[in-house]
C-alpha cells in the first residue's frame, strides 16, 4: 500500500530534550516536505526537499532541521525542542514539487 | 506572507453551494486546493497553474485569476462529505518547492 508513515504519532517531552520526528514513504517520491498545523494558522511548511541531498527552508524552519540520506527518508530534527513548538506535524510527499502532496498520518508532539 | 482565505468558516445545509475564495499580496505561480476532515491528514483536490485555467470534477471546481491574485474554490450542491477544512495553497515562484498554505475554511454541511 502506498503510504507515508511518520513515527511516533504522540510524543511529550520537555523542554531541550533532543527529539526526531521520522518520516518514510514508499512511493519512489523525489519531493518530500514538513509542515506544521496550529489552531487558526493553518499549515505551514517548514523544511521541504526536491532529491536526495537537496534540502531548502520553508515558511517557518527556525529550531528545526532535517536531513534527505535517502529518497525514501526525510526526518524532522528539534534539536531542542521549546514549548513553541508543541503542534501537529505533517510530512508529505510527491512526485513532483508541483503534484499531489500525499500527507503522513501526522504526529502529535507537545514539549513541556 | 500567508494566502488570505474567506470566509473563515461556513455552515450549509445539503445541496447549497459556497464558494471559499484564496487572497495572496504577491503574484502567484501555482495554487493547490486541500481538504482536511477532522482528526484526519489533508487530501488532495486540485492544483491550477497560472494562466487563468478553470479546473474541477464533478460538483467542485477552481479557478485562479493570476491578475488579481486570486483563487477560488466552487462546491456545487454539496454533500454531507464536503465537511471539513479547506485549504489553499500558494507558489510564487515556478521553481516549486515551497508551498505557502492558508488558515484554512471550515465548512460544515447539515442534513
Known amino acids: 500500500e502506498a503510504q507515508v508513515t511518520q513515527n511516533p504519532r504522540y510524543l511529550i517531552t520537555v523542554t531541550g530534550k533532543k527529539l526526531t520526528v521520522t518520516c518514510s514513504q514508499n512511493?519512489?517520491?523525489?519531493?518530500m516536505s514538513w509542515y506544521r498545523q496550529d489552531p487558526g494558522l493553518g499549515l505551514r511548511q517548514i523544511y521541504y526537499s526536491m532529491n536526495v541531498e537537496v534540502t531548502d527552508k520553508g515558511d517557518v524552519p527556525e529550531g528545526y532541521k532535517v536531513s534527505r540520506k535517502e529518497k525514501r527518508n526525510f526526518p524532522l530534527i528539534l534539536e531542542s525542542p521549546s514549548p513553541n513548538q508543541t503542534s501537529l506535524y505533517f510530512c508529505?510527499?510527491?512526485?513532483?514539487?508541483?503534484?499531489?502532496?500525499?500527507f503522513g498520518e501526522g504526529s502529535r508532539l507537545t514539549v513541556l | 506572507q500567508q494566502p488570505v482565505q474567506s470566509p473563515q468558516a461556513v455552515i450549509l445545509r445539503e445541496g447549497e453551494d459556497a464558494v471559499i475564495n484564496c487572497s495572496s499580496s504577491?503574484?502567484?505561480?501555482?495554487v493547490h486546493w486541500y481538504r482536511q476532515k477532522h482528526g484526519e491528514a489533508p487530501v488532495f483536490l486540485m492544483i491550477l497553474l497560472k494562466g487563468g485555467e478553470q479546473k474541477g470534477h464533478e460538483k467542485i471546481s477552481a479557478s485562479f485569476n493570476e491578475k488579481k491574485q486570486q483563487s477560488s474554490l466552487y462546491l456545487t450542491a454539496s454533500q454531507l462529505s464536503y465537511s471539513g477544512t479547506y485549504f489553499c495553497g500558494t507558489e510564487e515562484s515556478n521553481q516549486g518547492g515551497k508551498l505557502i498554505f492558508g488558515q484554512g475554511t471550515e465548512l460544515s454541511v447539515k442534513p
Open positions: 508529505a510527499s510527491s512526485t513532483l514539487p508541483r503534484g499531489e502532496l500525499f
Open positions: 512511493m519512489n517520491h523525489e519531493y
Open positions: 504577491k503574484a502567484l505561480y501555482s
